[in-house]
């Protein structure tokens, strides 16, 4: 019998959204807010401290008809 482990996980994902209709858009200092928003909940969930480097991946921005999405991926033990 082979020798093995499993797990399973459980993934949330948590947006943040940034108004920014046509014909102005929005500011970088507003998306700046929500990923720095993104950020402090990614840190938290993951028990890093405050000072802790920010993974250049650890989110996603995607522009949206009228808005722009940061998400971020949280991964529970199920």
């Known amino acids: 019998m082979a020798d ?8 949330r994902r948590v947006t943040y959204t940034v108004p920014a209709s046509q014909p102005w858009g929005t500011t970088f200092a507003e998306v700046d ?18 000072d802790a480097p920010v993974p250049e991946d650890f989110c996603r921005v995607f522009p949206w008809d009228d808005e ?3 998400v971020i991926t949280l991964d529970e033990k199920a």
């Open 33 to 50: 807010k929500a990923v720095a928003v993104a950020w402090v909940r990614y840190r938290e969930h993951h028990n890093l401290p405050e």
């Open 4 to 11: 093995y482990t499993w797990f399973e996980e459980i993934s």
């Open 68 to 70: 722009i999405r940061v």
